[in-house]
């Protein structure tokens, strides 16, 4: 009997599969969850019972979430990527990361096949498929959502004839949690005007009182909060903790996929826009207008290719060298106000700030520079264009 690693959550999608791969392809069944900082310790448990429950040969948990942080989201805070200026791709650089471990798993085991639960009109199918292609070159891809093309009620009508029951209530939405925000899907987003209702956010509001939090930086990453130094991971899922009960961070995202259609995701992800935002307010405070400029535009390259699951192509390295040569300076602390909705950087401190009143005050006085010298840099300053003009008046 053939082996076949299937990327399994235990959602709608998943656990079709199991029952499929088993009872109609034949095949026996090895389930992983790659756990990228998405799931508790109680829901880990519950996921690998319902695996067992639907008949996989061996069920594996592999925790990637601090690998997730080093080989991804850190790139993502230090070029402060926003996907069309909003989405933090919560599940764009989840995906490379799980599919990476899922393949490597596969090669450890010897599995003949690979399986994954991605429809035939998002993006995972091209991420899954392409680093699998790329990674273990040879083992066979099985889809078989995408190729039976299966609609979730034909989903839930095939597993209620196996005898497993799903709350056909809570598969009206398609949620992934993981460390970088939570991505939402449902009947509104499928549509061009629909927001989605108060219920379907896996945080409901219950903070109102507004609230002060400070985030230390050493060069880019983010290390303490409240003055606790506990490590970038930690700081994410905590700040995401205090800040996502406002209802900061949630948002509707629309983008173009991989595939050329255009797409519509929920997501809540307080804790990633709090960060990207406070770490940019930093860097404007510590980093020259040249930099600044280039890293905004290598950054959102960055950000493109890997929202296209293409991270093992070796220009993302360069990419990641530059990056990372940026953040020499970025160290400081930032502090931010939560309210309802909302949040406000309310500046920073640092060493590093070259906001400086040792070299003048904006708008009011400087000391490194007199006014004559002024008006001499203006005039050279404009000077070819002020040729071009006495070249070309007529």
């Known amino acids: 009997m053939k082996k076949v690693v299937l990327a399994f959550s235990g959602g709608l999608d998943t656990s079709f599969c199991c029952i499929y791969l088993t009872k109609d392809l034949g095949l026996e069944v090895h389930s992983v969850v790659v756990n990228t900082g998405g799931f508790s310790d109680d829901e880990l448990q519950a996921i690998e019972k319902r695996a067992y429950d639907l ?20 790139y993502l805070i230090f070029g402060n990527v926003l996907k069309n200026a909003t989405y933090p791709l919560s599940v764009s650089a989840e995906r490379v990361c799980q599919a990476t471990a899922i393949a490597n798993y596969a090669k450890k085991i010897g599995a003949a096949c690979v399986a994954h639960g991605s429809t035939g009109a998002g993006n995972d199918q ?39 029951e799903v709350n056909a ?19 509104e987003t499928l549509t061009s005007n629909q927001y989605l209702p108060e219920s379907a956010w896996p945080t409901q509001i219950s903070a109102t009182e507004p609230q002060r939090v400070t985030i230390d930086f050493v060069q880019g990453e983010p290390i303490a909060l409240n003055g606790r130094e506990i490590g970038a991971v930690k700081v994410i899922q905590q700040l995401q903790d205090l800040a996502q009960p406002y209802g ?116 009011e006085m400087n000391k490194g520079y007199t006014g004559d010298d002024v008006k001499g840099f203006a005039k050279i300053f404009g000077n070819q264009t002020i040729i071009w003009h006495k070249v070309n008046e007529k």
């Open 126 to 164: 091209v991420r899954f498929d392409m680093i699998f292609n790329i990674l273990i070159p040879g083992v066979e891809i099985i889809t078989p959502i995408r190729d039976l093309k299966l609609s979730r009620e034909e989903e839930i009508e095939y597993l209620a004839k196996h005898g497993v």
């Open 248 to 363: 900061i961070g949630r948002d509707i995202h629309v983008g173009d996929t991989i595939i050329g259609i255009k797409g519509r995701v929920g997501f809540e992800a307080a804790g990633p826009l709090i960060l990207i935002k406070a770490h940019h307010t930093l860097e404007k405070h510590t980093l020259t207008k040249w930099q600044l400029s280039w890293k905004d535009q290598i950054a959102a390259f960055y950000g493109n290719y890997m929202h296209e699951g293409q991270m093992h192509d070796p220009v993302m390295r360069d990419i990641e060298a530059f990056l990372s040569s940026s953040q020499e300076a970025v160290t400081g602390r930032v502090i931010v106000e939560l309210h309802p909705y909302r949040f406000i950087v309310i500046g920073i401190e640092s060493d590093h700030d070259l906001m400086s009143n040792k070299f003048g005050s904006y708008g």
């Open 169 to 187: 209530e809570k598969a009206k939405y398609s949620i992934n949690k993981g460390l970088w925000g939570t991505s939402v899907g449902g009947a």
């Open 55 to 74: 008949g996989v040969k061996s069920h594996q948990v592999i925790d990637e979430t601090e690998d997730y942080y080093r080989d991804t989201i850190k």
